[in-house]
């Protein structure tokens, strides 16, 4: 079983940056791949960023804008978020699955709003 707890959201102005923070239970944070999500109102959750192994992977939205990171000492995994845009508006989830498997772990979330 894997805990996940998000932090770091809070209100930012376009064109500004913030850092998210998703800290893990267990003893096996390395063996996970670690992905980040985003659900604006009324729209249904979407695929943000994942890392795997020293492999990461974007959403075309996010890309350039957005680097996802762990630090495996700390049980972390980090989204650093610059240039934010209005439209990155949303709450952020962290989720963990194991290799081959379904995103079956997830945060509680953590709200972005980004103010134009």
């Known amino acids: 079983q894997v805990q996940l707890v998000e932090s770091g959201g809070g209100l930012v102005q376009a064109g500004g940056s913030l850092r998210l923070s998703c800290a893990t239970s267990?003893?096996?944070?390395?063996?996970?791949?670690m992905g980040w999500f985003r659900q604006a109102p009324g729209k249904e959750r979407e695929f943000v960023a994942a890392?795997?192994?020293?492999?990461?992977d974007y959403a075309d939205s996010v890309k350039g804008r957005f680097t996802i990171s762990r630090d495996n000492a700390k049980n972390t995994v980090y989204l650093q978020m610059n240039s934010l845009k209005p439209e990155d508006t949303a709450v952020y989830y962290c989720?963990?699955?194991?290799?081959?498997?379904?995103?079956?772990?997830w945060g509680q979330g953590t709200q972005v709003t980004v103010s134009s």
């Open positions: 890392i795997s192994g020293g492999s990461t």
């Open positions: 989720a963990a699955r194991t290799e081959g498997s379904h995103w079956d772990y």
């Open positions: 267990g003893r096996t944070f390395s063996s996970y791949d």
